[in-house]
């Protein structure tokens, strides 16, 4: 994150804002040399019953990286355990 000076985000405001919005970019604002303030895109939350969604649309992992798919297969389990992982998984890896 960057950090800026709350006298340059007042005068240039509109690029920062452009910043924030093109590129996601995230900003610490200061004041006499303390930070006081965040600027940076909204985050959106994801509902709980997207995950399993959220989860087959990741992209395939790599063989070395494998066993960190069963880890997650299992966390994803235990926090959605109606949800059916086993089917998505398999087809995005």
């Known amino acids: ?3 800026v000076t709350m006298v ?4 240039h405001f ?3 804002v452009d910043l924030v919005v093109s590129r996601g970019e995230r900003f610490t604002l200061t004041r006499d040399g303390r930070p ?5 895109p909204v985050l959106t939350p994801v509902r709980l019953e997207d995950l399993p969604a959220f989860l087959a649309s990741l ?6 990286a494998e066993p960190f798919g069963g880890d ?5 389990s235990k926090l959605c355990p109606d949800a059916d992982f086993a089917g998505a998984a398999e087809g995005s890896r």
Do not use: H
């Not at 340059?8 to 005068?11: F, Q, S």
């Not at 992209?59 to 070395?64: E, I, Q, S």
């Not at 997650?72 to 994803?76: F, I, P, T, Y």
């Open 1 to 3: 994150m960057t950090t």
């Open 59 to 64: 992209p395939c992992l790599t063989p070395a």
């Open 36 to 40: 006081v303030a965040e600027l940076g």
């Open 8 to 11: 340059d985000v007042a005068r």
């Open 14 to 16: 509109a690029e920062y």
């Open 72 to 76: 997650a297969d299992e966390v994803a």
